[in-house]
């Protein structure tokens, strides 16, 4: 269960358990407050991955070229 226990300037802190950690307040909809139950989904972006991994994979290559 992740609460949120306070906002600090532009980050809410959320309690997860006994930790807290911080999360940025635009990820949160608008009308979200202290003491809210929130769900958060985290997704794997595939494509996005994979793209990141060609351009870097050819970076790489290009550097150690001979």
Do not use: H, Q, Y
């Not at 226990?5 to 979200?32: C, H, M, Q, S, Y």
């Not at 202290?34 to 991994?53: L, M």
């Amino acid at each position: 269960m992740f609460i949120i226990d306070r906002f600090e300037g532009e980050w809410a802190v959320i309690e997860f358990g006994r930790k807290t950690f911080n999360l940025p307040k635009f990820l949160l909809p608008a009308d979200a407050k202290e003491g809210d139950v929130i769900d958060i989904e985290v997704t794997i972006d595939e494509k996005t991955t994979a793209s990141r991994k060609e351009s870097i994979n050819k970076l790489a290559d290009s550097l150690f070229e001979d």
